[in-house]
Structure formats: structure tokens, C-alpha cells
């Protein structure tokens, strides 16, 4: 092969990549958010308290946009930090054909595919870590939050607490081994390697999802692990460094309208 026909042959094959690497772009940036059409994903997971819904609960025409979704073929489910109990009367409302995963990848769920509820830990020392806690920071309440009571693989507190001091005393405790997590509407104390994440690899793999076809949708720290692993993310808060760094876009608008605005880019 002579050199100007192996020139003209890289040539050729760099203006393919570059068109390619172009046509990315313009497909997946909307409106100044950088989103992918809904021929390239298969499911969607959200968040749901700071997410999908905020203190006032859902605005109006949520559940109506999420319904389209799913007449679109693309299914969604919910990740959250919430108790199973919490959840499914939110996957009802919404109608949805996915999973759950509770208690920030502590429980699995997938009714849908007749799957019954599988913990993936044990609260049990979590909570004897939050008595501890409490004995060495007394602000604390180490009965915690309502839906402990629903709790099996973590326990929370509500706060305000300083959770860089409750992660310092932990770590030279016998509860080493244990993490918190604040998430804006509670402090959760987990076991390490239990997290959104690790529930999702497991939920997807049984349904036969590329993670590489996921968007996943949250607003703080216990979300950037699922972020990590899907192919497309987008937070609807970027206030905290941690999670702005670990998306693809922020919306412009915060919390459930935030979703709106993903949900209506994505029908477009």
C-alpha cells in the first residue's frame, strides 16, 4: 500500500470518528442538559425523597409524564433510602414495571418479575452502633426516624447531627466497618459494600439490563454510587461537589420539577 492511499484511509477513518463523536453530542445534549434519546436506554431509576418528590410530595403531571415513559417501553424504578413499605405505594401510584431497591441497597424487590423481598444485610449491628453513638453524643436519638420500625438492613437518625464526628468516633469503635451516609432527609448508618450501586448491578443482571443503557436520576451522596455505574446520569440538585462531579448534567430546576424537566426533554 503506497502512502497516500494509507493517508487517505486514516483520514477517512478520523472524519468517521469525528462525525460519530458529533453526532453523540447532538443526539444526547437537549436544552443545555446532556441526555440521551429514549431509543438508547432501557430504564430509568430515580431517587425519590429530594427526587421524585420533595416535602410537598409529587407536582401535578409527574405521574402523568412517567406513565408515557413507560408506554414508551422504557421501564423505570426506585432507589432510595426508604423502607419497602414506604416504596410500594409510590411504584403503585406510578404504575411502574421495575424494581425497587430499599434502604440504600439494603433490600431488593421485584415484584414485576415475581421476585419476593431479599434484605442484604443485617441492621441489627447498625442500630447497636447508633446506641453507641447516642451514649458518646447525646443530641443524638437512637430510636431515630418513624420508619425504623420497617428498617432490616440500616438504621437512621434524623438530625441535625455533625456526621463527620459520628464517622470519626466509628471508625476507632468496633463498628469500623459500618459507614454514614446523610442524605438531606436522614442519616443513615449502613454496612460497607451495601449501597444503591451494588443492589442495581444484581437487579439489572437478573433482568438482562446493560447498565450502559440506564439512566439513573438522584440529588445527594448515596446517589453517586449508582451514578457511577450507569451509562447516563443526571442529579437534580448540584449543590453538593460530590454529586455535580459525578453526573453528566444538573437540571435547571430543582427536586420533582427538576424530573419533570429530564422526563419532558426525554418524550421530545
Given at each position: ?8 484511509m ?15 453530542q ?5 436544552d443545555?442538559i446532556k ?21 410537598s ?13 413507560e ?22 401510584a ?64 434524623s ?28 442519616i ?25 443503557r ?6 445527594a ?48
Amino acid at each position: 500500500m503506497n502512502l497516500s492511499v494509507s493517508m487517505k484511509m486514516r483520514t477517512g477513518t478520523y472524519n468517521f470518528k469525528l462525525r460519530a463523536v458529533r453526532d453523540i453530542q447532538a443526539r444526547y445534549m437537549k436544552d443545555g442538559i446532556k441526555i440521551p434519546n429514549l431509543t438508547d436506554i432501557d430504564m430509568i431509576v430515580f431517587d425519590v425523597d429530594g427526587t421524585l418528590m420533595d416535602r410537598s410530595g409529587m407536582p401535578e403531571g409527574l405521574i402523568g409524564l412517567v406513565k408515557e415513559i413507560e408506554k414508551n417501553g422504557v421501564s423505570v424504578s426506585l432507589a432510595s433510602g426508604r423502607t419497602l413499605p414506604n416504596l410500594t405505594p409510590v411504584h403503585q401510584a406510578l404504575g411502574l414495571s421495575g424494581f425497587i431497591v430499599a434502604e440504600n441497597g439494603g433490600i431488593l424487590w421485584d415484584g414485576p418479575q415475581k421476585r419476593g423481598i431479599e434484605p442484604m444485610a443485617n441492621g441489627e449491628r447498625c442500630r447497636d452502633a447508633i446506641e453507641w453513638l447516642a451514649s458518646e453524643m447525646r443530641e443524638i436519638d437512637p430510636e431515630g426516624i418513624e420508619s425504623n420500625r420497617w428498617r432490616e438492613t440500616e438504621w437512621c437518625v434524623s438530625g441535625p447531627y455533625d456526621v463527620d464526628r459520628m464517622r470519626t468516633l466509628l471508625a476507632d469503635a468496633e463498628w469500623s466497618d459500618l459507614r454514614v451516609v446523610g442524605t438531606g432527609f436522614a442519616i443513615h448508618v449502613t454496612e460497607r459494600g451495601v449501597n444503591k450501586r451494588s443492589a442495581l448491578e444484581i437487579q439489572l443482571s437478573r433482568r438482562g439490563i446493560d447498565p450502559s443503557r440506564v439512566l439513573s436520576c438522584g440529588d445527594a451522596l448515596n446517589d453517586v454510587s449508582m451514578f457511577n455505574l450507569t451509562g447516563y446520569s443526571v442529579a437534580v440538585d448540584g449543590e453538593l461537589d460530590e454529586v455535580r462531579n459525578a453526573v453528566d448534567s444538573v437540571t435547571k430546576k430543582k427536586g420533582p420539577l427538576g424530573v419533570i424537566e429530564i422526563l419532558e426533554l426525554l418524550l421530545k
